[in-house]
């Protein structure tokens, strides 16, 4: 009811107003970008959030960068060229990578980057490696494990040797030796680890890049990183000010940037929370783009002098629905009775491949993307979306066929489970109604096929969801991935190996796959991977462990008068957030 | 009275320890895992859980937790506020001011809004101005704040561009934060005033009209109410029939007699809801993009910010003594029967 009258409201507010149809560019040179994400930290080597790290990467640059939209061809920034076999820039065994470093960069204080604060920069953000931080990326490839400290917190002791040995300065070159071909290595370094002042960063306490300091710096606290809240890098916008009362960040152009000074003066980044002001100020010209998600589109399309663009590819999997196959039944109220008896299930209900087909079956793939997703979209063949390589859009799907689910119910269990029936709850976090809405189709679907079969849907609070996904106790459960880096391995892993995230809670484990993933990745050449990820594709669809639903698709919105915007799926908060160095207001 | 009000501080620490600690014992009854939710926000982080536990000293016994927080506080801090990305003793300091001078703008004008309206209401009893003031009373009172606020804005930012979100212009932005700009009180709209920053003021404040504005229409009905009832009680009384008989002037009746003692719950009801505004109007600062400390202490409680969470308590009960002597120090005032301290 309120929600249908503050629809109306909005609907009213929507009439153009003749102010508004006059409106010239405002505030020219200042382009101003309305949000909801809270950045976290502003130190590249500890956010791992895409709202931070869509700002880190217009106050530093990395290495490479990709090609406007391109999510495969890089182009030099730090670096004068793209190391390959061909250049010399990668070992024929293609485990050391050399890399030219630029010389005339300069940080905003005027100070030039040198090959030192290139290797400080990938060092530290290797070294430091706070929990739940994004320093695993560089550390699997340039060390061949995911943390610094073993699993009773202490520090490995061959870390440090371990960094030396894979991170290297020869004149002005920056060596990285991995211990195994890593196909992925380039497109990490493209977002991750970009560079850093080292003076700078060292006249404010932070590391020395010494063997006698670095483990005063591992896993530290937020706040205490001087580049928490400042910044000192080398990117087209300087940081003016992060004013954490109001959620506000302000850049200013770097005017001594390498190559050219950026259109735009300034930009404005705001945490607005409610759309309906988000809203207003994008009609009256005080904003140039604003997030706003898929529901809302309808209440943006027909605004005078307002653009959406839309069909924009993502780099994610998202919603996917997930089967732990060995559930933990301790205390778990999701499991009913924990029995076979029509008033709950057994903890390895989900182990039964039977099940999960029949559950495959029973989902409306169709009907989501155009109830829900408003006909946006595609449906998913398998865990690598479209936009990367190594996606198949050949693959086998799943569709709707309650015929085949009903002969998968029987099968299951021997014919048993047909007979007794079962009963379980499927939660999901409150407020994403995308998962909400996969929640409800399977309980609906499945339930009409026999009227023994009872799903009770159970919106729970992120605290609570994620204390029992934690701890396995969700019999199903509907999450999704977003791409740290494009590449099939980003999705692979975490998806489908016994070692990667969801599998490890699924409690699913399969060495077929786990050959094909690592298979994958040592792989450089892209056509022979791509046999081993359709390979990998296919087995999937046969085991089922995940239902893979849609590759979305996004839109933006922004005023008219912006110029100069791309969309890489893969630039953190892409399509709403911006790499702003290309974009203008005329 | 000086006696009265240090007796009546002496029991803030207790109150204060006594909300902290109950808070801890709640604490009993969520996981470590549930509490790290508070840094673990993207399905990439979730394989780093038990980490982050370990880091945040999660799994420690909630007392042990409770005391090195106590220890914390000893030492003058309350610990760091993830979602307000400071120290908690520093976002109380960033937003109550912002939420202080939004109240103080918005609390005149409904206390004088609402005993005025709330005593020519009950004077003219059943009379057009009573069902004017009735009617503006009880649409104030059942529109939902975040529907009046959005209608607010929609017709005077949206359509007339008088008076825009948020806290300041860009330009304002710039100057406020200048290392030329001196924060003598930390109340923008006075500071631009002392700084000699006339535009600014003028832009301060047009930011604060709307907000202020939603909190006088949604706030004074309640007042208005209990005025008029108060007010209708007290002129149905023996002293006042005594008055009228005695010749009186109906005006020192209404202002002298009656208005004084209907004014015992409604200074009762103006501390509550000065307190009510005070710890933040949660709302009106999300629809106008208003960085005030009620906006924090939600996500505080929604995330699980623990110290945010103790931050805030600790301010709503404080203010929640202060509000309470106060309004017993003004029950002297305005009834002579009561006196502090005997």
């Known amino acids: 009811m309120m929600r249908s009258l503050l629809a109306a409201l909005l609907v009213v507010g929507s009439v153009p107003s003749p102010a508004a149809a006059l409106l010239a560019v405002k505030n020219p040179g200042v382009y101003t970008y309305l949000t909801i994400s809270d950045a976290d930290s502003l130190d590249p080597a500890y956010s791992y959030d895409t709202a931070s790290h869509m700002i880190i990467l217009n106050i530093y640059e990395p290495l490479f960068q990709f090609d406007k939209a391109s999510t495969e061809k890089l182009i030099p920034l730090i670096a004068t060229q793209v190391p390959s076999r061909e250049n010399g820039g990668i070992s024929p065994d293609g485990r050391t990578y050399t890399i030219q470093i630029r010389k005339g960069i300069k940080f905003h204080d005027g100070s030039e980057v040198t090959p030192e604060d290139v290797k400080w920069s990938i060092q530290r953000f290797i070294l430091q490696d706070r929990a739940a931080g994004p320093s695993s990326l560089l550390m699997e490839p340039l060390l061949g494990y995911a943390s610094t400290r073993g699993d009773d917190t202490k520090i490995l002791p061959t870390v440090w040797a371990d960094t030396q040995k894979a991170v290297s300065t020869q004149g002005d070159k920056l060596i990285l030796r991995l211990p195994k071909p890593y196909a992925p290595i380039l497109t990490i370094l493209a977002s991750w680890g970009p560079v850093l002042s080292k003076k700078w960063a060292v006249s404010k306490g932070d590391w020395d890049g010494t063997e006698a300091t670095w483990k005063k710096y591992n896993n530290p606290a937020k706040e205490t990183s001087p580049f928490f809240e400042k910044a000192m890098g080398s990117g087209p916008f300087k940081l003016d000010r992060w004013d954490r009362k109001t959620k506000e960040f302000i850049l200013a152009r770097h005017e001594t940037y390498w190559r050219g000074p950026a259109k735009l003066k300034n930009v404005v980044i705001k945490g607005v929370n409610e759309f309906g002001t988000r809203k207003l100020m994008l009609q009256a010209g005080d904003a140039d783009a604003i997030y706003a998600d898929r529901p809302l589109l309808t209440q943006l399309q027909g605004l005078e002098g307002v653009k959406i663009i839309d069909d924009l590819p993502t780099v994610e999997m998202n919603p996917v629905v997930f089967f732990t196959y060995k559930i933990n039944s301790t205390g778990n109220s999701f499991l009913g009775s924990g029995r076979m008896d029509g008033n709950g299930i057994p903890a390895d209900f989900f182990a039964d491949k039977d099940v999960r087909k029949a559950f495959a079956y029973s989902f409306d793939y169709a009907g989501f993307i155009s109830d829900v997703m408003r006909g946006k979209g595609t449906q998913a063949t398998g865990a690598i979306p479209k936009s990367l390589p190594g996606h198949n859009p050949k693959g086998k799907k799943y569709t709707l066929d309650k015929k085949k689910a009903e002969e998968h119910f029987r099968k299951a269990y021997g014919g048993k489970l047909w007979e007794t029936g079962f009963k379980f709850t499927v939660a999901f976090n409150t407020g994403n109604l995308p998962r909400q809405t996969v929640c409800q189709i399977l309980k609906r679907n499945i339930e009409s096929i026999n009227p023994k079969f009872k799903i009770d849907v159970r919106a729970v609070e992120w605290p609570t969801f994620l204390d029992s996904y934690k701890s396995s106790k969700l019999p199903i459960f509907v999450m999704g991935w977003n791409a740290d880096y494009p590449d099939p391995h980003n999705f692979a892993f975490p998806l489908l190996h016994s070692q990667g995230d969801y599998p490890t809670t699924q409690k699913f484990k399969n060495p077929e796959f786990d050959r094909l993933v690592e298979e994958a990745n040592g792989e450089t050449n892209i056509a022979k991977r791509k046999v081993i990820y359709a390979k990998l594709q296919d087995l999937a669809h046969e085991e089922v462990p995940q239902l893979y639903i849609i590759d979305a698709v996004r839109y933006r919105t922004q005023r008219e008068w912006v110029k100069g915007w791309f969309h890489n799926p893969i630039f953190p908060d892409s399509p709403y957030g911006s790499y702003f160095y290309s974009i203008s207001k005329d | ?342």
């Open chain 2, 1 to 342: 009275m000086l006696k009265f009000c240090l007796k009546r501080l002496a029991f803030l620490p207790l109150v204060m320890f006594g909300v902290t600690a109950l808070l801890f014992a709640c604490l009993q009854f969520l996981s470590p895992e549930m509490r790290a939710s508070l840094y673990i926000k993207d399905p990439r982080q979730l394989s780093q859980l038990e980490a982050v536990i370990e880091k945040h000293g999660l799994r420690k016994p909630v007392y042990v937790q409770y005391g090195l927080w106590l220890k914390q506080v000893a030492q003058g801090e309350l610990g760091y506020s993830e979602t307000a990305k400071m120290p908690v003793a520093q976002a109380v300091r960033a937003f109550f001011p912002a939420t202080f001078e939004l109240t103080l703008i918005a609390f005149i004008p409904i206390m004088l809004v609402g005993v005025y309206f709330g005593v020519l209401s009950a004077v003219y009893k059943d009379k057009l101005v009573d069902h004017i003031s009735r009617f503006v009373a009880i649409t104030g009172y059942s529109l939902p704040s975040f529907v009046l606020g959005l209608l607010l804005l929609m017709v005077f930012y949206g359509k007339l561009h008088w008076f825009p979100p948020g806290r300041y212009a860009l330009e304002t932005d710039m100057l406020v934060h200048a290392d030329t700009f001196r924060h003598f009180t930390g109340l923008l709209t006075l500071d631009c005033l002392l700084n000699g920053q006339w535009t600014a003021f003028v832009d301060v404040a047009k930011h604060m009209v709307l907000p202020a504005a939603t909190l006088l229409y949604i706030s004074v009905a309640l007042l208005l109410r209990i005025t008029r009832s108060s007010m209708l009680e007290e002129l149905s009384k023996d002293y006042v029939r005594t008055a009228r008989a005695k010749g009186l002037p109906e005006r020192v009746i209404i202002r002298k007699h009656a208005l004084a003692n209907a004014l015992i719950p409604v200074v009762t009801l103006s501390s509550l809801l000065f307190i009510g505004l005070l710890g933040g109007v949660v709302i009106t600062e999300t629809v106008f993009d208003f960085p005030g400390i009620g906006r924090w202490g939600v996500q505080a409680a929604q995330q699980l910010d623990i110290p945010g969470v103790l931050g805030s308590t600790l301010l709503a009960a404080f203010l929640f003594v202060m509000a309470n002597l106060v309004s017993d120090l003004l029950y002297a005032v305005v009834d002579p029967r009561i006196r502090v301290g005997n």
